[in-house]
């Protein structure tokens, strides 16, 4: 089978990818933070997402750099 930007990916699949944890995929995914698709009890991704949704990521600011306004501020 010829794998195309439309394949479905298991969870394990994806974070073999992405080269994460599995239980890191699945968290994402429950959170709403990677594309996902609940069928039953497992968890897809089409391939095509993932890429787009990784490039995003990786276009973002530096979030170690981002703190929430007025953590630090001593008045």
């Not at 069928?39 to 949704?53: M, N, P, S, T, Y």
Request: glycine share 6%; aromatic share 10%.
């Amino acid at each position: 089978m010829e794998k195309t930007e439309s394949e479905i990916m298991t969870t394990q699949e994806v974070a073999e990818y992405l080269r994460l944890a599995e239980a890191t995929i699945y968290k994402l995914a429950q959170s709403g933070e990677i594309p996902a698709v609940k069928v039953g009890r497992a968890w897809r991704f089409k391939k095509g997402l993932i890429d787009e949704w990784f490039r995003q990521e990786a276009n973002q600011p530096d979030r170690s750099e981002q703190r929430p306004s007025g953590l630090f501020d001593k008045r």
